[in-house]
């Protein structure tokens, strides 16, 4: 998220696309009726509901689930096609002069270097050209044929309005509509934001769904910008801080990569990833550190072990040699490959995609350790319908939990901010909070590696675990001066990552984090509620990175430091410094660095300091439309490619999928506000249930008579993974679409319900496949196909 939620204030123009965020996330839409009521700033809704959130919009604009890219590609054409792009911005601020290699091509849905057998590109034809000093080539007049700019509108010349209606479904006239309205935020006197939230991520080809979002506001010049960027509406409080701090399994704390087998040395690793690149002289560059990053972490983790001499521990850091996403997990433990799990609040026999293959892997293990608050469908997985106990051999421990208010620590928000959360009261029984069930599971392997010894013991014995206190407890206050990290020698606690070091001279678990807890203590804890400047409150905890509450807002500016909307002014240089928001870098404006030969380009995290409309991700440099992997219609734009070529399947697998022959409906799942997540929390409390008390469909009006339901009647919805029954919700939410000549229904269900609780229900997940996105490997659950009938 490169903005933060006040920000939404200065919009003039809202996008928010595969989100109900005046249900599901309010404190975002406070700020979005704050723009609209002081501003007059224009909402539009993207569903294939109409929901609150559309109920308050300016425009609400139906499409069909999985065609994200196929509508805002038009949207890309409509901006190039009338020129609504910020031409100053897009030549300065963007790759668009940047040439490519001549070998690239893109043909019928398939780029160059494609591997059919492999299912897999060879990114080499996508590469920059460039000079002897491998720095990128640039066309400054936008008109080589291999500049990125006319390599976008060769992309996206079949995304006309005509074409995009007939994918997406959604009326030509509606689609112009939305496409002037955004578009009109390309003028330097006007911002527009894109929000989005799993109705976005949560496909096959969820990343590149993403990446048309940031290629459609870099065109309009609105990243770095006051009301601007791309903002994520995440579905917790703490997504942000759990992937910050490498929760997922492809990289470590900020965002480092994971280091896979054969990366033997640090040196190997930096010089594959981070150096070698093309890196602009003019570009900051600030992945040219990494190295500094890796050695402060590994020096947070085994300290005085970790030395030159060493490579500081680099060989006990855990290497990855296969693929560890949630859906490769599940299908392993289902064929008795993984031996045994821990699910720190974590409910899959709910909450994982195809989740009666989800529920029977659990059985196949030696045992598995729940740790929640609640009894959870997954901690007495064995007590469904259709399992027998005498045949499950797994041994299930259960651990119980402390809730988020019995605990303290940080949490990040969707905008960065970190703030210390204080405990609100004490835990009922022998529950107890995650930093304590992991400090003392650490203390009982080292014991176990020290008395018996393993492969790499040493990595275990003799990790450093400086977190506990005087009273024998982990305490949060000393792992956030770990993360925040200290000068090795002094002992002092540092100010930011500016300060990290390759030598070993420095400490630090998280360099993003890096000034989260210095010297003066606890930044996170702050809590001035004077607005330092245009609703950023500087003072109000701390945003990573330094305190920094636009990213890239040297964007916001010309080349003399001038913003391009004095209304609105995110940074300003004035009297030889920058005033407003913490510098994305510091160094001077564009005209006054080139003139003292400094880096000077605003996008400090890229190696070519500019923003990338032309970005290399698994399926290729630019998002193309695939239909998903179930789907009712072909691909009208690459009939002979209809689904992404590059797909995650475990295994290569597909005959799993639902057919349109057998299962001719679109499912969608989606949240209420009434429930949380898997339901463990919220089907608990007994006056959330009385509001929702159990699983419902909802279908269109012309549905529900083709099969004769009404309001309130039993639906049995299945596909060839499984059956599930709900009540049915005849609404006019939901609408038929006219998508390339034929009527496509779209069903949709909740997905809070399982068997557990004081209200249960079937799990809408029994529906949804075993297929992610390239990228992420997020599993895709809100396109797949069904049936339904009166039950």
Not at 117 to 135: C, F, G, M, N, P
Not at 359 to 371: E, G, N, Q, Y
Not at 403 to 421: D, F, M, T, Y
């Amino acid at each position: 998220m490169t903005n933060h939620w006040i920000d939404l204030q200065y919009c003039d123009v809202i996008m928010i696309i595969g989100s109900n965020a005046a249900e599901n996330h309010p404190i975002s839409f406070k700020w979005i009726t704050e723009a609209m009521e002081k501003r007059g700033a224009k909402l539009i809704s993207v569903d294939p509901r109409f929901t609150r959130t559309s109920a308050r919009a300016h425009l609400y604009v139906p499409l069909r689930p999985g065609t994200d890219i196929a509508f805002i590609g038009g949207m890309i054409k409509y901006i190039l096609d009338n020129k609504l792009f910020q031409k100053t911005y897009l030549e300065n601020y963007t790759n668009a002069a940047f040439l490519i290699n001549p070998e690239y091509q893109f043909n019928e849905g398939l780029f160059s270097g494609y591997d059919a057998t492999k299912r897999k590109y060879d990114r080499a034809s996508w590469k920059y050209q460039v000079d002897e000093k491998k720095i990128p080539k640039r066309d400054p007049s936008l008109q080589d044929p291999f500049c990125v700019f006319q390599l976008m509108k060769k992309q996206y010349e079949k995304y006309d309005l005509e074409t995009v209606s007939r994918i997406t479904g959604t009326p030509v006239e509606l689609l112009r509509q939305t496409y002037d309205t955004f578009g009109s935020t390309g003028k330097e006197n006007r911002v527009g934001s894109i929000l989005y939230a799993m109705g976005a991520t949560q496909h096959t080809v969820g990343s590149q769904i993403i990446r048309t979002y940031a290629i459609a506001q870099l065109l309009l010049g609105n990243v770095g910008m006051l009301g601007g960027g791309i903002n994520a509406l995440r579905g917790e409080s703490n997504v942000q801080g759990s992937t910050d701090q490498g929760l997922l399994f492809h990289i470590l704390p900020g965002y480092l990569r994971t280091p896979l087998d054969g990366e033997d040395t640090i040196d190997f690793h930096v010089k594959k990833y981070f150096e070698g690149q093309n890196f602009d002289p003019q570009s900051l560059a600030w992945w040219q550190n990494a190295r500094k990053y890796i050695v402060s972490m590994l020096k947070e983790y085994w300290l005085d072990d970790a030395t030159t001499d060493n490579d500081f521990r680099w060989s006990w850091l855990p290497k990855v040699g296969g693929n560890y996403s949630h859906i490769s997990l599940f299908e392993d433990m289902n064929k008795g490959k993984i031996k045994g799990a821990f699910l720190f609040g974590q409910n899959p026999a709910v909450g994982g995609p195809n989740t009666l293959l989800e529920r029977d892997a659990l059985a196949k293990l030696d045992w598995m350790v729940s740790i929640d608050l609640w009894e959870t469908e997954t901690s007495i997985f064995w007590k469904r319908d259709v399992a027998n106990p005498a045949e499950i051999k797994t041994e299930v421990f259960r651990l119980p939990a402390s809730a988020s208010v019995e605990k303290q620590g940080s949490i990040s928000n969707s905008g960065r901010w970190i703030q210390w959360r204080y405990k609100g009261g004490d835990a009922p029984g022998e529950a107890r909070d995650d930093l304590w069930i992991i400090h003392e599971l650490q203390k009982a392997v080292r014991k176990l590696y020290a008395t018996k010894g393993g492969k790499l013991a040493e990595a275990i014995t003799k990790l450093n675990w400086p977190y506990e206190n005087q009273h024998g407890e982990p305490d949060p206050e000393l792992v956030a001066r770990n993360i925040s990290g200290y000068n090795a020698q002094t002992k002092k606690q540092l100010n930011g990552f500016a300060e990290l070091t390759a030598d070993g001279n420095t400490v630090c678990g998280l360099w993003i984090y890096c000034g989260v807890y210095t010297e003066a203590g606890n930044i996170m804890a702050k809590r001035d509620n004077k607005d330092t400047h245009m609703g950023m409150y500087h003072n109000w905890s701390w945003v990573w990175p330094m305190n920094r509450r636009v990213l890239y807002n040297r964007a916001s500016v010309d080349a003399d430091g001038n913003p391009w909307d004095p209304s609105r002014p995110v940074i300003a240089w004035k009297d030889g410094k920058w005033v407003g928001d913490v510098a994305d870098g510091g160094m001077p404006p564009p005209a006054l660095a080139a003139q003292a030969g400094k880096p000077t380009l605003p996008f400090i995290m890229r190696n070519e300091g500019v923003g990338c409309l032309f970005s290399a991700l698994e399926e290729g440099p630019f998002p193309v439309h695939y239909e998903p992997m179930e789907s009712p219609v072909g691909n009208v734009l690459y009939p002979n490619q209809p689904t992404n070529p590059t797909v995650f399947i475990y295994g290569g697998a597909s005959s799993e999928f639902a057919t349109p022959d057998k299962y001719p409906y679109i499912c969608t799942t989606y949240r209420v506000s009434e429930h949380w997540q898997a339901g463990a929390m919220t089907r608990n409390l007994p006056w959330l249930n009385e509001m929702f008390p159990e699983l419902f469909v909802e279908l269109d009006e012309t549905l529900a008579a083709e099969k004769n339901i009404k309001n309130g009647d039993l639906v049995k919805i299945w596909n060839n993974r499984g059956v599930v029954v709900a009540k049915a919700c005849v609404t006019t939410r939901l609408k038929p679409l006219q998508v390339d000549g034929k009527t496509v229904h779209t069903v949709g269900l909740p997905w809070h319900w399982g068997y557990c609780g004081l209200c249960s229900g079937d799990s809408a997940n029994i529906l949804t496949p075993h297929v992610g996105d390239t990228n992420t490997r997020i599993p895709e659950f809100k396109a797949f196909l069904v049936d339904v009938k009166k039950a």
